[in-house]
């Protein structure tokens, strides 16, 4: 740790972790009404668990893109932050809003905009917050070097937050409200969180393999580039069937199509950076994540996306378990794990120490990974059969869901595997251990120079 | 790559082509606020009723566990075309008299069976509810969804 100010991210990674625990709590909840559908239906009705289950994890990356902004900012424009008070300030405001946004949901009361149910004063809250943030980052950017990362990173941050104000405009006519709702919903994930993730990735790239800079943020604005005029224009993928013109069709099927390549040129960027690189960093766990969040967001977002965006063949998937496959793959390749590799980077020298629990952390990595990859999986064969006896044979939705309790039950298997990893992360994280794994033990391989 | 593609060159085309997108989408945007105002949900006038229904659907966040029009939660049946599958798309009566026998029956209590939770709705907002999902189920969703099973 450089300056003094970034501990404030320290904070902001706490907060995360715990919340991260919540969200995937309720989702080992869902997954076992899924199968044990008569649990707590009265007391915690399955729409009540799914809400805190989304809402918790939108909530904790966005907290760790704050902390992954207040970490690295500094370090890259080589000054303090402005105003540490504010960026503390910030985080109470959103810890309250959180609290008593879930305190409300439990109770009932909340909105019914999917992921946007939180009260307005909470949505008012998170405005508020946005506002110190970006004032707080922008005027230390302002102050120190300039460099692409942070300026890719903010002009995610500007965007995204200026997108909140979409979630304050819900129209009476359903099919315009659900055209507004999506410019929140995929500009975010689809867009502007790209460019967050990306700009983490070159911070990490940077650190932990040595490339040059020129390098890096060469790269960097050419996935982020590819990006954004795939997804822009590839938010037609959600226009289809919501009562908004049939062009959408084939602009939303052939723009949507290319959004793989900003996920396949973020895989690529990694490895070769990697490959590149001379650095030997002592932090292997973060070099895990890194790249494992690259490769799992191409396979979720990118190649699972890439399965049901044209119209032709989501006019049977849409809204089957094939979506809740990719949401979930998605997510977690390209969000969760790339706030894990910031965090697992950070925190070692947030607390000042060397690389600590890094075995445990890799193993949470495998459990994580190969638990949302079997989840997948099952998800994508559920979503399958569903779409045969449901959109073609005409078969009811119930009879159709009873047919598909084996892979739920196998999801449930696959939850567990997950929630075991998220607890080993956050174990390896919080508490420290006497073991630190000292690199380059192995004699050097004939013709290996570095 | 390297000669051609000059950092600051890949900077422009980052900042200038997103420029470029925004544009485009905000136009089609105008156009499909337009279509969707005068064409695909003009069907039915949006009355007050409507609009009291889909407070109520809101209020009680029925899209965290149903889907409409394909979006929301894939844990209980898709509602755009809940009334075409109830055979009472085009009479009020039927529908509000459907919905309202439906709402009183749950939680059905059926041991290994999703349970849909009750809800205290006033015959006023039971109505409006019937009416917004008749409203929805008459928008031109382009011929979705395949089947009336939804």
Known sequence: MKYQSQKVAYAYFLVAMGLFGIQVLGGLLAGWVYVWPNTLSELLPFNIIRMIHTNALIVWLLLGFFGAAYFLVPEEAECEIWSVKLAYLQLIILVVGTLGAVGGYLVGIHGGREFLEQPLWVKFGILVAAVIFLLNISMTVLAGRKTAITGVLLTGLWLLSLLWIFAFINPDNLSLDKMYWWFVIHLWVEGTWELVMAAILAFLMLKLTGVDREVVEKWLYVIVATALFSGILGTGHHFYWIGLPAYWQWTGSIFSAFEVVPFFAMMSFAFIMVWKGRRNHPNKAALLWALGSATVAFFGAGVWGFLHTFHGVNFYTHGTQITAAHGHLAFYGAYVAMNLAIITYAMPLLRGRAPYNQVLNMVSFWLMTGGMAFMTFVLTFAGTIQTHMQRIVGDYYMDVQDQLALFYMMRLGAGVCVALGAVLFIYSQVVVRREIITPNTMPKAEGETA | ?150
């Not at chain 2, 422009?12 to 082509?17: K, L, P, T």
């Not at chain 2, 609009?51 to 979006?71: D, F, P, Q, Y």
């Not at chain 2, 205290?120 to 395949?146: K, S, Y």
């Open chain 2, 1 to 150: 790559m390297s000669e051609i593609l000059t950092k600051s060159r890949a900077r422009n085309i980052f900042y200038g082509g997103s420029l470029f997108f925004i544009v485009v989408f905000v136009i089609m945007t105008i156009h499909s606020h337009r279509y969707v105002v005068n064409v695909s949900t003009a069907g039915m006038p949006l009355s007050p009723e409507v609009i009291l229904g889909k407070h109520v659907w809101e209020r009680h966040s029925c899209i965290n566990c149903h889907t409409l029009h394909g979006e929301g939660a894939y844990f209980a049946p898709e509602l755009g075309n809940v009334m075409t599958r109830w055979g009472v798309l085009d009479d009020p009566e039927a529908a509000f008299e459907t919905m309202d026998g439906w709402m009183a029956a749950q939680p059905s209590g059926i041991e290994g069976r999703r349970q849909m939770p009750f809800f205290e709705i006033t015959p006023e907002e039971m109505r409006g509810l019937a009416e917004f999902l008749r409203w929805a189920d008459q928008t031109d969703t382009q011929g979705w969804p395949p089947t009336d099973a939804g």
